[in-house]
T-cell receptor
């Protein structure tokens, strides 16, 4: 089955700097890669996603890149703000079965003012 | 607020007791998922429903766990004879699946945190 790894597990950056979180996946059939942000006591919320027919997607300060050949994808946050502090999860899914997600273990991002 | 609600938000129980959680998905969503999240980990898939049919169960879903989605609306997850290892956040997610909706986005509820003493 699919296995998703995520690095780093914790990341501290100064406000205004950029943050990059990287994930790798194992199943070449995976074709949808969402990123979720989870704040304390809340459920995960989608912040950006990418399908396998696209190499890059950007939404304001957030971007995701996908390298299908290497089976890795990355989240880039520019001009970080204290409210970006949270746990970020990457995930992968395929069109097979129920399209359930396999999540990475998460990255705790701290943006220091 | 994603539109997916879960109740209760917190549940404390003693080992051996039964507990039931409820998830109300976004009303038009035909697919409903249950995940379990332990401290410091990502959510892990448990099971999912297409309308009222339970179509897949993870090996994580032992015989003590049962889920239902009567009439294809809300869903319940019951854990019988709870064990300390069941302590976790139980998350529900929903989405609209079909030929004209190729996007896989799942909307998560706030979760139910279970503590088994």
């Amino acid at each position: 089955g699919e296995n998703v790894e995520q690095h780093p597990s914790t990341l501290s950056v100064q406000e205004g700097d950029s943050a990059v979180i990287k994930c790798t996946y194992s199943d070449s059939a995976s074709n949808y890669f969402p990123w979720y942000k989870q704040e304390l006591g809340k459920g995960p919320q989608l912040i950006i996603d990418i399908r396998s027919n696209v190499g890059e997607k950007k939404d304001q300060r957030i971007a995701v890149t996908l390298n299908k050949t290497a089976k890795h994808f990355s989240l880039h946050i520019t001009e970080t703000q204290p409210e970006d502090s949270a746990v970020y999860f990457c995930a992968a899914s395929t069109d097979n079965y129920g399209q359930n997600f396999v999540f990475g273990p998460g990255t705790r991002l701290s943006v220091l003012p | 607020d994603t539109g997916v609600s879960q109740n209760p938000r917190h549940k404390i129980t003693k080992r051996g007791q039964n507990v039931t959680f409820r998830c109300d998905p976004i009303s038009e969503h035909n697919r409903l998922y249950w995940y379990r999240q332990t401290l410091g980990q990502g959510p892990e898939f448990l099971t999912y429903f297409q309308n009222e049919a339970q179509l897949e169960k993870s090996r994580l879903l032992s015989d003590r766990f049962s889920a239902e989605r009567p009439k294809g609306s809300f869903s319940t997850l019951e854990i019988q004879r709870t064990e300390q290892g069941d302590s976790a956040m139980y998350l529900c997610a929903s989405r609209l699946a079909g030929q004209t909706f190729p996007y896989n986005e799942q909307f998560f509820g706030p979760g139910t945190r279970l503590t088994v003493l």
